[in-house]
Nanobody, 127 residues
Framework: QVQLVESGGGLVQAGGSLRLSCAAS????????MGWFRQAPGKEREFVAA????????YYSDSVKGRFTISRDNAKTTVYLQMNSLRPEDTAVYYC????????????????????WGQGTQVTVSS
């Protein structure tokens, strides 16, 4: 069992930055593909970014590419999401998730792929 806890959310003005962290307890994250998702009010949960076990391969949604960076520190069992140039449309609850199966690029953006989820952290971007 992997327990994930997100932190680092908050209120920021448009153009600002935040760094989200996802800490794991129970097991090391080194064998998991890690993803970040977000859910805005009234909308479905959507993919934001993912990083494979080796940390050498990352994936981003088109809406955040070039502004967000996902990284991982397997030794610290922590995954990060650095968010720059934030926009009001980035406002959402952000969730981290872990997938223990062999990575399949075509499936990495699907919420159903992931086995474990954190409780989420709120990010609010004011205009």
């Amino acid at each position: 069992q992997v327990q994930l806890v997100e932190s680092g959310g908050g209120l920021v003005q448009a153009g600002g930055s935040l760094r989200l962290s996802c800490a794991a307890s129970g097991r090391t994250l080194s064998t998991y593909t890690m993803g970040w998702f977000r859910q805005a009010p009234g909308k479905e949960r959507e993919f934001v970014a993912a990083v494979l076990r080796s940390a050498g391969t990352t994936y981003y949604s088109d809406s955040v590419k070039g502004r967000f960076t996902i990284s991982r520190d397997n030794a610290k069992t922590t995954v990060y999401l650095q968010m720059n140039s934030l926009r009001p449309e980035d406002t959402a609850v952000y969730y981290c998730a872990a997938d223990g199966k062999a990575a399949v690029a075509a499936l990495i953006r699907r919420t159903g792929r992931y086995d474990y989820w954190g409780q989420g952290t709120q990010v609010t971007v004011s205009s």
